[in-house]
Nanobody, 114 residues
């Protein structure tokens, strides 16, 4: 299964973006899915996870601002990002969460200006 993230861009602080992750195969078979990000000079980190049953998990840094969702019929995972901050600037990726991870795709760049 290949994963392709899209929807990134340049936005002002306080703005919103919606990211999409399209899978070439069944995300239902993968199970948990997550959104990750990597800022320059920093390690990749999880920003949102959703399990097969729809349960979600967020780190404190994005809780209340980011919302992950999934559409198994469309093999797509979404990340709604609101109240964006400059610290959210990073390349965003999607991948499996809680299980064996797949090959990382190219990601989508999110840049938040102050």
């Amino acid at each position: 299964v290949q994963l392709q993230a899209s929807g990134g861009g340049l936005v002002q602080a306080g703005g919103s973006l919606r990211l999409s992750c399209a899978a070439s195969g069944s995300i239902f078979s993968i199970g948990g899915m997550g959104w990750y990000r990597q800022a320059p000079g920093k390690q990749r980190e999880l920003v949102a996870g959703i399990n097969a049953g729809g349960g979600t998990n967020y780190p404190d840094s994005v809780k209340g601002r980011f919302t992950i969702s999934r559409n198994n019929a469309k093999n797509t995972v979404y990340l709604q990002m609101d109240s964006l901050k400059p610290d959210d600037t990073a390349v965003y990726y999607c991948n499996a969460w809680g299980g064996a991870q797949l090959k990382w795709g190219r990601g989508t760049q999110v840049t938040v200006s102050s």
